[in-house]
């Protein structure tokens, strides 16, 4: 079945450093593919997305590119801020009304 | 952009209780709802995916008699935890999608905690 890996967690950064949290996947087809943040007590917000191959997503600085040929879909962010503190999750999704795979969330936590 | 509204945040109630949980398209029709469970610092477990009027599907090792769960309009669904126990403690989270199959709206979750 379809799956999502992400990098293990958590991941500690310094202000203003360079973000990039590792997403692989498994699936037949050619699914869309999503990044999700939530912050401390609250749901999951979609942060970005991309539907097929080569498509970058882009949102509050983030990026990530859906690449086809290495099944990846890497979080970027040139330079983070405390607000960026969150936990943040790959998902894959079919098309049509199906559920997200997620992958196992990223803790990140950027201090001052 | 597209709100989905969860109801209560969060529940703290004693063994035996049931406790119901909705969820709320608020500016589009949800034709599915996904409730998803979350463990402590663990992803989102699917539960269940009901589609308006129809029974819901769940998802291998979830007890449809313990959760049950609602989705009689395109704008609302609802979970009920049936004579909940302390290992049903958790955080639950539903999720909305439209006809066009439209990215997934979240819930804020509802945080339950049974005494």
């Known amino acids: 079945g379809d799956s999502v890996t992400q990098m293990e967690g958590p991941v500690t950064l310094s202000e203003e450093a360079f973000l990039t949290i590792n997403c692989t996947y498994t699936?037949?087809?050619?699914?869309?593919l999503f990044w999700y943040v939530q912050y401390p007590g609250e749901g999951l917000q979609l942060l970005l997305k991309?539907?097929?191959?080569?498509d970058k997503g882009s949102n509050k600085g983030f990026e990530a590119t859906y690449r086809k040929e290495t099944t990846s879909f890497h979080l970027e962010k040139g330079s983070v801020q405390v607000s960026d503190s969150a936990v943040y999750f790959c998902?894959?999704?079919?098309?049509?009304?199906?559920?997200?795979?997620f992958g196992k969330g990223t803790r990140l936590s950027v201090i001052a | 952009g597209a709100v989905v509204s969860q109801h209560p945040s969060r529940v703290i109630c004693k063994s035996g209780t049931s406790v119901k949980i909705e969820c709320r398209s608020l500016?589009?029709?949800?034709?599915?709802m996904f409730w998803y469970r979350q463990f402590p610092k663990q992803s989102l477990m699917l539960m269940a995916t009901?589609?308006?009027?129809?029974?819901?599907?769940?998802e291998q090792g979830v007890e449809k008699d313990k959760f049950l769960i609602n989705h009689a309009s395109l704008t609302l669904s609802t979970l009920t935890v049936t004579s909940a126990h302390p290992e049903d403690s958790s955080f639950y989270i539903c999720?909305?999608?439209?006809?066009?199959?439209?990215?997934?709206?979240f819930g804020d979750g509802t945080r339950l905690s049974i005494l």
């Open positions: 991309a539907t097929k191959a080569d």
């Open positions: 998902a894959l999704r079919h098309s049509g009304n199906t559920p997200l795979v």
């Open positions: 009901s589609n308006e009027g129809s029974k819901a599907t769940y």
């Open positions: 699936a037949t087809g050619y699914p869309s």
């Open positions: 999720s909305a999608s439209g006809e066009r199959g439209e990215p997934q709206h």
């Open positions: 500016d589009f029709q949800a034709t599915t």
